[in-house]
């Protein structure tokens, strides 16, 4: 069986993008696949927490994994810190990356124009992601494009290593889905909708009350064509609210285009805003039963106790590659 991972990082409530990008795409592999999805708990620190905040935030995560359809019986489900060996590797890795790709990463230089004071963790995170990736021989990531470039970093360490010390990793793919690949923000179509945002009217939380929902894609950002036409440079907002509700749905972008000819965006904006209401409000219910039952830490403890066993085994044998060990050096 092929394996896939997926993680997230407790910046912020996960939101719409996080759900059609990335949940539910590991929900609808789970079958086909051995999954991993975890709290990217170390990445949050990247950027300063709240650590109450925080705290709570990561034991929602795992509820509403579960909520959203993850399937604990079919998912090794963790939180990132409590396995110590991925930090581990993620040094040996960054002996392998060079400062030049890390500083390449469009993600570093976006952060770390909005503060002067970006931290070096900041720099170093795709390679603690590349460690995430690599230490469980994963072949596929299911990620929104955002982060696909982050994949093929990992790729590339990941090459790299095994050319300078011998059979080590497997080299793993990005995995995007087709429709709604990217989500972006309501208020502001030319940029992705992301848990960390301040302004909360263009992010939909999957924590949102169903009247803000509502409200929420009702107010979007649209544009004076009045037609409701896929055209992400011309029309984003229009164009991002066919793809949630296309992804929502599994109604083709076309098949949506042809049922609101004519109409206006009024109309339309609230067959989003209905589905999306549908659609979130199940998965809250089933939130609100698991967030206090004592399932989550049988789920957390199994999955930790799968996953340190292979990051232990991974650490182990790269430092036997690299020369760092007591142990016999042939293998
Ligand atoms: P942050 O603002 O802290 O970066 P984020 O919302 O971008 O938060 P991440 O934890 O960085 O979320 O990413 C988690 C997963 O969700 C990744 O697979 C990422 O590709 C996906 N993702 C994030 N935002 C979107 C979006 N707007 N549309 C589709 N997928 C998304
Ligand atoms: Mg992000």
């Given amino acids: 069986m092929k394996r896939i991972l997926t993680g997230l990082k ?3 409530d996960l ?9 539910r795409q590991m929900v609808s592999m789970q079958d086909e696949y051995d ?17 109450l905040e925080l705290n709570e935030r990561i034991r929602k995560f795992i509820a509403m994994y579960i909520a959203c359809g993850i399937d604990p019986e079919k998912n090794t489900i963790y939180i990132q810190s409590e396995n110590e060996y991925i930090p581990a590797i993620s040094y040996l890795l960054e002996c392998t990356t060079t400062y030049g790709e890390a500083s390449r990463m469009i993600q570093f230089k976006e952060k770390s124009k909005q503060n002067a004071n970006f931290s070096v963790g900041l720099l170093t995170y795709p390679v603690l992601m590349a460690a995430d990736i690599l230490y469980c021989d994963c072949d596929y990531v299911p990620v929104g494009i955002d982060q696909k470039q982050h994949v093929e970093l990992a790729r590339n360490i990941a090459e790299r290593f095994n050319s300078r010390y011998g059979e080590t990793f497997i ?12 989500i972006f923000d309501l208020k502001n179509p030319t940029k992705k909708m992301s848990k960390s945002e301040e302004n909360p009217s263009g ?21 004076s064509l009045n037609q409701v036409h896929y055209d992400l440079e011309n029309q984003p907002g229009i164009s991002n609210l ?18 609101f000819k004519g109409k206006g965006y009024g109309e339309f904006k609230k067959f989003v805003a209905d589905i999306t209401v ?14 206090n039952s004592k399932m ?3 789920v957390l403890n199994k999955g930790i106790k799968h996953s340190r066993q292979l990051a232990k085994e991974k650490y182990e044998f790269m430092k036997t590659k690299m020369g760092i060990t007591r142990n016999d050096l042939k293998i």
């Fill in 15 to 23: 939101t719409l993008g996080n759900y059609i990008g990335a949940i």
């Fill in 35 to 51: 999954s991993f999805l975890f709290v990217a708990d170390l990445h949050a620190l990247t950027i300063y927490q709240d650590r």
């Fill in 296 to 298: 989550l830490d049988d």
């Fill in 10 to 12: 407790p910046t912020g």
């Fill in 203 to 223: 992010v939909i939380s999957l924590f949102d009350d169903l009247t803000s929902i509502t409200n929420k894609i009702m107010k979007a950002t649209t544009d």
């Fill in 242 to 259: 066919l793809n949630i509700a296309s992804s929502l749905t599994n109604i083709s972008i076309s098949e949506l285009e042809e049922q």
């Fill in 278 to 291: 549908k659609h979130l409000g199940e998965i809250q219910k089933r939130y609100e039963q698991i967030i």
């Fill in 171 to 182: 080299l793993p793919e990005p995995l995007l889905s087709e429709t709604g690949t990217k």
